[in-house]
């Protein structure tokens, strides 16, 4: 196996685990916590912002390991 096949596959991996999760601990609390349908879309949409901020502090720590990296692993 290569090393352009074990990125494709961390990769498909983190975006499944990582759908798995928003559903499981965001999408479906929000979605669980009102009765009406638009307060449950509006519910599961703001988790979206949610998972942006996530999103964002991940790739702002992992610039920083990538930043880094020379001085660490010296």
């Known amino acids: 196996m290569g090393n352009e096949t074990i990125i ?3 990769g498909g991996f983190s975006v499944v685990f990582g759908t798995a ?11 669980q916590s009102y009765s009406t349908l638009w307060q449950r879309l509006a519910g599961v949409f703001l988790s979206l912002y949610a998972l942006a901020a996530f ?8 610039a ?11």
């Open 21 to 31: 999760a928003w559903v499981g601990l965001m999408a479906a609390p929000a979605w």
């Open 64 to 74: 920083v390991v990538i930043w880094f990296w020379d001085r660490v692993s010296a």
């Open 8 to 10: 494709l596959l961390v």
């Open 55 to 62: 999103m964002v502090v991940g790739v702002a720590l992992g």
